[in-house]
């Protein structure tokens, strides 16, 4: 008899099952990977498994809210430091810089849902798009302790774009080029902002 689990935000099964879907997901995308295959890989029963996650639409969802959960807690602890915006900015850039040169990076895992739920109102299209204007608010809000925020808006949605385009130049195996050519291209758009008056 498989024991009914409650869902906890943090540790036991629900959580590996979140951890297992979240490694299937980001190397052979959503509708490739099967409930099946993640069942098998957590090693959990099938009970188990649509208890906590009674459709795959919904452990997806819960699977970028996990993702999203720790990368917004990097961008909390960077943005308590008192630095300047554009240092910030480029710690933001090495992160990705690690990322790309990791055996385990395979493109974002917000773009690919994007890619393969590409309805607005899906769930899963919308917690994508969420984090992805979540983050695009963060580099506004950096951005506005040296920038007016009017063109603190614009310009994080232009680095943003870079962050976007270098993630894509990565999958082509461009990396380091990539993030060298968006900093530098950031660096130059904060700084021509800041001394405009």
Not at 110 to 121: I, Q, R, S, V, Y
């Amino acid at each position: 008899m498989v024991k009914q689990l409650e869902p906890t935000p943090s540790g036991g099964k629900r959580q590996h099952v979140i951890e297992t879907a979240y490694r299937l997901f980001k190397r052979d995308g959503y509708h490739a990977t099967g409930i099946d295959r993640i069942i098998a890989e957590a090693d959990v029963a099938k009970m188990t498994m649509y208890r906590n996650f009674p459709k795959k639409d919904g452990l997806i969802v819960e699977v970028l809210n996990y993702r999203g959960r720790r990368f917004e807690a990097q961008l909390d602890v960077l943005a308590a430091q008192e630095s300047p915006p554009e240092q910030k900015i480029g710690t933001i850039f090495d992160w990705y810089a690690r990322w790309f040169q990791s055996p385990d990076f395979h493109g974002c895992l917000f773009a690919h849902a994007l890619a393969e739920f590409d309805t607005p109102g899906h769930p899963v299209f919308e917690a994508a798009s969420a984090q992805k204007m979540s983050f695009k608010e963060r580099l506004r809000r950096i951005l506005e302790t040296a920038i007016p925020t009017q063109r603190a808006e614009s310009v994080a949605a232009a680095i943003f774009m870079l962050f976007e385009g270098a993630t894509l130049l990565a999958q082509m195996g461009q990396g380091e080029t990539a993030v060298r050519d968006a900093r530098q291209a950031a660096t130059d758009l904060i700084a021509m902002q800041s001394r405009r008056p």
